[in-house]
C-alpha cells in the first residue's frame, strides 16, 4: 500500500545541527536537524528565491543567505523580514535511520 511516505537522505548524510540540502525528483528539498527533530521544507527563500542552504542556521531558524529575512522552519512562517510569504514544509518522519517526507 501506497501510504504516501517517500525516502529522502540517511540521517548519517545530514550536517547535525544543521541544514542539509536534498533532492527528490524535481524538488530541491532543505532537510533541517534541529534539536526538536527533523524537519524539511522547500529549498527556496520565497522573498528572492536564495538558496536557504546556504544560510545561516540556529536551532529551529533558517536566515536567508541573500537579504536575512527568516524562517522558523517547523511551520515555515516568515519571522524576520524581508521575507512574508511562508515556506513551504513537508511533513517528515525518520524511519530505519532514513528520513522520509510525504508529499501532499
Ligand atoms: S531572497 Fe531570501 S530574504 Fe531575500
Redesign the pocket.
Known sequence: MDDGWQDLIALTDLHRGWVTRATLGNRVLAVHDTPGGVYVTAAL?T????DLCDGYFDGHLIE?P????AFDVRTGAPIGA??TRPLKTFAARVLNDRVQIRLT
Open positions: 527563500c522573498h528572492g528565491g536564495a536567508c541573500l537579504h536575512q529575512g524581508p521575507a
